[in-house]
């Protein structure tokens, strides 16, 4: 199995989208940027707790993205990424996906009542600088009960037709904006 075109575009895409200061490598700075807009968005103070939760939170992921790759650097390259994509996520079962989407779940679930509504997902999509313009057909393409909140099992097929699906309409490509699109 090798990856498609439209796979490597989405994974490359989904670099653009954690590469906050589009330097060309993930580092630190990129998943501090992500947490500090998310705890403005909410409007949590520079020294408030929920901004420490958040920021943890944003650092575990990183650091799991390092352990998973084996760095020893806290950086990584688009070719690495995409590299242990193919190798490790697209070719083996595992559980890679659904821990990814776990993750952005808790980070964007605000109220913890285990949903995202479209606030807490336009507020995901202004943290990662994405076009807002977007948000709202992502939203409801991932929605997909119509009930206007996104539920963990929601965001988990999004995140498996992201990474998995060959399909350019595949409505989880949408999950951070048009795939297709620049960041």
Do not use: C
């Not at 600088?129 to 988990?156: H, M, T, V, W």
């Amino acid at each position: 199995y090798a990856m498609t075109e439209i796979q490597e575009q989405k994974i490359a895409h989904f670099f653009r989208v954690l590469d906050r200061n589009d330097n060309g490598i993930l580092e630190e700075g990129d998943f501090t940027m992500v947490s500090d807009g998310l705890s403005d968005e909410m409007g949590h103070g520079k020294n408030s707790a929920a901004r420490l939760t958040l920021k943890v939170k944003s650092y575990d992921l990183f650091l799991q993205i390092l352990k998973d790759m084996g760095k020893h650097e806290a950086s990584l390259t688009m070719e690495e990424w995409v590299e242990f994509f193919e190798k490790n996520v697209l070719l083996k079962s595992n559980n890679y996906i659904h821990q990814t989407s776990d993750y952005l779940f808790s980070l964007f679930d605000q109220d913890e009542n285990g949903y995202i509504n479209r606030k807490e997902y336009m507020d995901m999509f202004h943290a990662y600088g994405l076009y807002k313009a977007n948000s709202a057909k992502a939203f409801d393409l991932i929605d997909l009960d119509g009930d206007e909140q996104i539920s963990r099992q929601e965001l988990i097929k999004a995140f498996v037709e992201f990474f998995q699906s060959s399909d350019p309409e595949a409505a989880g490509n949408w999950i951070f904006g048009h795939w297709n699109e620049s960041v």
